[in-house]
Each structure stands twice: as C-alpha cells, then as structure tokens.
C-alpha cells in the first residue's frame, strides 16, 4: 500500500500537478506561506539529488551517436532559446518573471522523461541517454549567460549567484550522486540496483519536486485568484512555444536522421528539464516564474504522449525495418 501511495505521483504527473496546483491556491489564499521559500533550496537539492545516482558521466563524452548530438546541440542552445526570446520578447515583456521562467525552461534541456519516452517509441535510447547528460552538463555552465543575454534588461540577473546556485542543484548532487552509486555497488549488484531501488529514485524526486509547486503557487494565490487570466495567457504562450520545438525537431529528424535516431533527437529538444528550471526559477526569480515552469509540466507530458500516438498513427517516421521486410 505504501509503495502504491509513494509511486503513484510520478506515475501520475499530468493529474497530481494540477491537482497540488489547486491545493496550493485554496492554502495560499487563506495562509501566509512565505515562511516556505525559506526551504526551496532544499526541496531542490531532494529533488535533484536522485537523479543523479547512477548517472553515466563517462558515457556522455565518447564520440558516438554524433549525428543526434551535434543536431541537438544546434537545437537545444540556438534554436529554441531564440524562439523562447523571441515569445518573451514579443508577449511577456510587461510580465518579467514570466519571461525569465520560460527563458530558464529553454536552457535547461532534457530529463530522465527524454529516456522514457524515447525507450518508450523505440527510439534510440543510447544517444538519448547521452543527450540527457551533456545537456545537463553544457545547459549548467550555458544558462547564466543566456538568461542575462535574454532577459537582464526585464529583470536582474546575478551571474555569480546564479552560477552558486547551480553548482549547489546541479553539480554537487551530481558528484554525490556518483559516489552514492558506488557506495550501492558495493552492497548490490547492477542488476539488484536496477530493479529494487532505481524505481524509486524518480518517486523521491516527483515528491520534492510537488513541495516546490506548492510553495511556488500557494505564495502567489492571491494575486493568481485576482488575475485568473494568468493562467490561460501561461498555458497559450507555452503551447505555442512546445508547438514550434516539436515542429523543428520532427523536421530536423526527418530531413537528417532515421527513425530511431529522429525519435532521440526530437525527445532531446522538446523535453525540457523543468525540474532543475523550477527549482531555479523558484530560488532566483520568484513565483511567478515558478508558475509558468509549472504550467510546462502539464504541457510537456501531455504533448509528449500526444506526439507518440500522432507518429504512430500517421506515420511521421518511416519504419525502414518494416520497409526492408516488405521488399524483400
């Protein structure tokens, strides 16, 4: 019963996000939460810290699957960065905390949703893995700049605090991560480790992560309950922002890459990592950023599982496995 309780919100994201969502309104409205931002640097070291056990560092650097990589490479910090500055720029220049919430969402690409989602279509799961890891790696050291380059004249933008922070979220979980691997190694074998604990490892997180949109909604419920539209202008300008990255990385895929490279490519770029976004958007720019990166989360999963049952039922991808067999 209690593994069922622990596993159900990562199982059932697109349901528990609104759900706590709402719950952090009614709170927020009728109770002072502001006591709880003092603790949204600890969510998301919880919430990142999983993550990263037994995550591949080596793997990453090796100079296979190139194609993939160097295509989402050009994706991932050029393209959609620039369409991310590109919605601010044009729609939310008289929201700045909106702005900087979705310009951290486009700098930080990929999750562990990428591998599932990837394994999940039978796309290419190795050079999925690899983007997962150079992405979080190269977004870390890249998202500083970018975000003073792409909204420093709408909000401040402390680079080295911003860097600290990172460090704090992304790299120290990272080299306690990889050494909490090995300490488990130690005790268990790969096999053992994959199937007793690394299970739970996303449940931790998904659960930090549900303390963090909590916190974030419930501190603006106010001015969310006075300002209802917020939150259909959120959802459009996400959905135009999601709508045009799944454009660019089914053209990219179909134009340069096969079916199960296509399929890691557009999985990359589209899926963002908004876990670390939400925990950066929350610690350095408020609420109101965390809100739209919450928002993403909706959007993300369902257009991922919209997207996987589009390829399959109109044949984005050709299966050329399935085109040798019939000509032979």
Avoid at 112 to 136: C, E, F, H, Q, R
Avoid at 262 to 277: D, E, I, K, Q, Y
Avoid at 285 to 299: D, H, Q
Wanted: glycine residues 8%; positive net charge.
């Amino acid at each position: 019963m209690f593994k069922k309780i622990f596993l159900f919100p990562s199982q059932n994201l697109v349901t528990v996000i609104p759900l706590v969502m709402i719950l952090g309104i009614i709170v927020g409205y009728f109770v002072d939460t502001s006591f709880l931002k003092n603790y949204i640097l600890v969510f998301t070291f919880l919430m990142l810290y999983p993550t990263m056990i037994g995550m591949k560092i080596k793997e990453a650097f090796d100079l296979s699957h190139k194609n993939v990589v160097g295509l989402a490479f050009l994706l991932n910090f050029i393209a959609i960065p620039l369409i991310a500055w590109g919605l601010g720029t044009l729609l939310l220049k008289g929201e700045p905390e909106l702005f900087a919430g979705l310009a951290i969402s486009s700098l930080l690409p990929t999750s562990g949703m990428t591998i599932s989602w990837t394994m999940l279509y039978k796309g290419n799961v190795p050079a999925a893995v690899k983007n997962t890891t150079l992405s979080l790696i190269i977004g870390s050291l890249l998202a500083p700049w970018y975000l003073l380059l792409m909204v420093g004249k709408y909000v401040p933008v402390d680079v080295v605090a911003t860097f600290k922070l990172i460090v704090t979220v992304v790299f120290i979980p990272l080299i306690l991560g990889h050494f909490t691997y090995k300490w488990l190694l130690k005790k268990y074998t790969t096999e053992q480790f994959n199937k007793e604990i690394k299970p739970f490892l996303p449940a931790f997180s998904t659960w930090a992560m549900l303390l963090i949109v909590f916190t974030s909604i419930s501190m603006k419920a106010k001015m969310l309950v006075q300002n209802p539209k917020l939150l259909g202008y959120g959802l459009l300008i996400l959905a135009v922002f999601y709508g045009i990255n799944f454009f660019l990385g089914t053209i990219a895929a179909k134009a340069f890459l096969n079916r199960p490279d296509g399929l890691a490519l557009v999985f990359s770029t589209v899926l963002r990592n908004l876990s670390l976004s939400l925990g950066i958007a929350a610690t350095a720019f408020g609420p109101k950023a965390a809100f739209i990166v919450t928002l993403a989360f909706i959007l993300q999963v369902q257009g991922a599982a919209w997207y996987g049952k589009m390829i399959n039922k109109y044949g984005v991808f050709k299966d050329e496995t399935a085109m040798q067999t019939a000509k032979a």
